[in-house]
């Protein structure tokens, strides 16, 4: 689910049931501290009450006001609860200003962003007695429990600058862009690729993903506005043979081996049942 929130939190637990018992593959929940959309922890937290199998993850997470060790703790909870089936995906970092203005916090000269953050989490996750000293976050011999059962969580980013795809080789587990033609998926993950053979890393081929947006009963002007189109990206009006009933048209990856997170276009489903029903055959999924 994207920014624009679920629309009706009566009806999230339907929609989580249909995941699970069609056999979807998990569900991404974005971060947006003014937006309609939950608090993706907790609903993940949720969601994770009512499946057995569905895998849980962030499609966006934004750093700035989140303190890091609350944020272990958060997720290792999630992943321990879950039985192991916890994702971190996205991973963002937002203008200081801008972040200080939302989440109430003091702005500082540190960047809370992925290179900072992420080699913490992963020490909190499977360290002892853990120290850290920077502008923001200072502690000394700290140990946060439980443990994740996955060791450890794996975290995915997204972005497209060469810079943002050669530290995702660095650092990162997986890479879920959006907004993106699969020509440019073939040279993002090849220099993903290329950035950690020289690291001596490898990130899992099933670790490269898009998000995709969809509309199965909007016209694709009113997509459109929605999703103005940015430098190099082509809009949906210009995309050919595009069907408002075809939610296999728009910005994606093909399927085969990778993740394709799809996102609603509106900003809910009249009856989420129906609506996993019928996006269920487009992914080889019986109903």
């Keep these: 689910m994207g920014t624009q929130g679920i629309g009706d939190y009566e009806r999230f637990g339907v929609l989580v049931d249909g995941l699970e018992r069609l056999g979807f593959d998990s569900l991404w929940l974005s971060d947006r501290l003014t937006g309609g959309a939950p608090e993706p922890v907790v609903a993940l937290a949720f969601a994770a009450g009512r499946t057995q199998r ?10 700035p006001g989140r303190n890091p060790v609350v944020l272990a703790k958060e997720l290792a909870s999630l992943d321990r609860l879950s039985d192991g089936r916890c994702c971190c995906g996205r991973v963002r970092r937002v203008r200081r200003a801008q972040a200080s203005r939302r989440s109430g916090s003091a702005a500082t000269t540190e960047r809370p962003g992925w290179t900072k953050v992420l080699p ?17 976050f200072q502690f000394e011999e700290l140990t946060v429990l439980p443990r994740p059962i996955q060791q450890p969580i794996d975290i995915w980013l997204g972005g497209l600058a060469r810079a943002a795809l ?5 650092i990162a587990d997986g890479w879920l862009p959006s907004t993106i033609t699969p020509a440019e998926a073939a040279r993002g993950r ?11 890393r490898i990130v899992d081929p099933e670790h490269f993903g898009a998000m995709v947006v969809y509309a199965s009963r909007c016209h694709p002007a009113a997509l459109q506005e929605r999703l103005p189109p940015s430098p190099g ?15 296999r048209h728009g910005w994606g990856l093909r399927r085969g081996r990778h993740l394709e997170v799809r996102t609603p276009a509106s900003r809910r489903a009249d009856d989420w049942a129906a609506e996993l029903e019928e996006l269920a055959p487009w992914f080889g999924l019986s109903t």
């Design 120 to 136: 913490l989490l992963r020490r909190l996750w499977t360290e002892d007695r853990v120290t850290h000293h920077g502008p923001r």
């Design 190 to 200: 090849a220099l993903i690729e290329e950035s950690a053979r020289r690291c001596d």
């Design 54 to 63: 569905l895998k849980l993850g962030t499609s966006v997470l934004v750093l």
């Design 233 to 247: 990206h082509r809009s949906f009006a210009s995309r050919p043979r595009w069907s408002s009933r075809d939610p």
């Design 166 to 170: 050669r530290r995702l080789g660095r």
